[in-house]
């Protein structure tokens, strides 16, 4: 298999789009007028809990089948793509903001939407099932907002580079957000 740059940056933007239309496909039908409504699907993938709950759900099936027809899931990783539905279930709107940056972010009270400790423990999540937990905990404080294909990305590449990545991210926001806040003093 070739790894070129080209290679994986188009592998990377197939991903993206499998995962962008699966997910608009899962907005309500006010939304994607002539299609069909999909809220008790959506609702049984938020009503899981846990990962063992996730592969038992139908819509989750048509992720996995999109994503292998993408060229992904062939590596078995169901746990990833079952974190995946579960936690995009829960997103209601996009950004194209990095998903450690919009967690910086500060609200209109200066506080950034998840504190320090809170995205510790996010960030600190080791194995799929601690951040599938962490992160529907999380999704309420960042408005029900993440960048969906790269918050899936990240989490089917779950794992200490990507770790680390968020934290340097997340730090560098809150940094520039504690100069805006000095700057209006």
């Known amino acids: 298999?070739?790894?070129?740059?080209?290679?994986?940056?188009?592998?990377?933007?197939?991903?993206?789009?499998?995962?962008?239309?699966?997910?608009?496909?899962?907005?309500?039908?006010?939304?994607?007028?002539?299609?069909?409504?999909?809220?008790?699907?959506?609702?049984?993938?938020?009503?899981?809990?846990?990962?063992?709950?996730?592969?038992?759900?139908?819509?989750?099936?048509?992720?996995?089948?999109?994503?292998?027809?993408?060229?992904?899931?062939?590596?078995?990783?169901y746990l990833a793509i079952a974190a995946i539905a579960g936690v995009l279930a829960r997103v209601e709107q996009t950004t194209d903001t990095k998903f450690p940056v919009w967690l910086a972010q500060s609200k209109a009270n200066g506080e950034p939407r998840v504190g320090e400790l809170r995205f510790q423990r996010l960030a600190s999540c080791k194995s799929l099932d601690e951040v599938f937990s962490a992160l529907i905990r999380v999704l309420p404080l960042a408005d029900k907002t993440a960048p969906v294909a790269s918050l899936a990305h990240d989490i089917y590449h779950w794992g200490e580079r990507t770790r680390q990545r968020w934290t340097m991210e997340y730090y560098e926001e809150l940094l520039k957000e504690e100069e805006k806040k000095k700057k209006k003093r």
């Open 1 to 77: 298999m070739e790894t070129s740059p080209n290679t994986l940056e188009e592998k990377r933007k197939l991903f993206n789009a499998t995962v962008m239309e699966w997910w608009q496909e899962m907005r309500p039908a006010n939304e994607r007028e002539g299609q069909p409504n999909r809220r008790g699907e959506l609702a049984e993938l938020k009503r899981c809990k846990t990962l063992a709950e996730l592969l038992f759900v139908p819509r989750l099936q048509v992720l996995r089948w999109k994503l292998r027809k993408a060229d992904y899931a062939k590596e078995a990783k």
